[in-house]
T-cell receptor, first 110, second 112 residues
Framework: NAGVTQTPKFQVLKTGQSMTLQCAQD?????MYWYRQDPGMGLRLIYY???????DKGEVPNGYNVSRLNKREFSLRLESAAPSQTSVYFC?????????FGPGTRLTVL | GDSVTQMEGPVTLSEEAFLTINCTYT??????LFWYVQYPGEGLQLLLK?????DKGSNKGFEATYRKETTSFHLEKGSVQVSDSAVYFC???????????FGAGTRLFVKA
């Protein structure tokens, strides 16, 4: 089992560029999440998907879009990147007991 | 709304010292409580959890007791090791693993 995988691991963008962060899980979980982690602010939920075909906004959705492509995959898109979106992004999935996290994507927007 | 407050770090200890990281919560209902750990360069992973009042979660020498009367879930370890250096997150959920609310995290440094 690979668990939760994310690509890419690192990315540098210029302001205004777009990109998509990919996430996949092989644990047959219904629920998936995107978080961002910033120093001193813990984890903040961007979007989540309770099940295939549904997505909902979290705490900090502005500037992001998501797609739940199928049960395995949940992507996060930045349409026009801004320096404030410099962060570490984590994808997670959950069962009834706990959340499982990917290794993260470190994104820098110049 | 529901929230988690944990002590600010960093916490710096010598090897074999006793560790306490305080965590208090505000929640409706009877949430499950968790401690997650994040080692350098990795994602979070579950360390331990407790699902009802007075339950004690334990793993790898760490333990925490669900105290409803004080709304607390403090993390303790009797003798820390250098390999315990990481960031520790207290968390709660009213729906099992779904939509978990995380604290800000506490960074622990353990010196040899």
């Amino acid at each position: 089992n690979a668990g939760v995988t994310q690509t890419p691991k690192f990315q540098v963008l210029k302001t205004g560029q777009s990109m998509t962060l990919q996430c996949a899980q092989d644990m047959n979980h219904n629920s998936m999440y995107w978080y961002r982690q910033d120093p001193g602010m813990g984890l903040r939920l961007i979007y989540y998907s309770a099940s295939e075909g549904t997505t909902d906004k979290g705490e900090v959705p502005n500037g992001y879009n998501v797609s739940r492509l199928n049960k395995r995959e949940f992507s996060l898109r930045l349409e026009s990147a801004a320096p404030s979106q410099t962060s570490v992004y984590f994808c997670a999935s959950s069962d009834v007991n706990e959340q499982f996290f990917g290794p993260g994507t470190r994104l820098t927007v110049l | 709304g529901d929230s988690v407050t944990q002590m600010e770090g960093p916490v710096t200890l010598s090897e074999e010292a006793f560790l306490t990281i305080n965590c208090t919560y505000t929640a409706t209902g009877y949430p499950s409580l968790f401690w997650y750990v994040q080692y350098p360069g990795e994602g979070l992973q579950l360390l331990l959890k407790a699902t009802k009042a007075d339950d004690k979660g334990s793993n790898k020498g760490f333990e925490a007791t669900y105290r409803k009367e004080t709304t607390s879930f403090h993390l303790e370890k009797g003798s820390v090791q250098v390999s315990d250096s990481a960031v520790y997150f207290c968390a709660l959920s009213n729906t099992g693993g779904f939509k978990t609310i995380f604290g800000a995290g506490t960074r622990l440094f353990v010196k040899a």
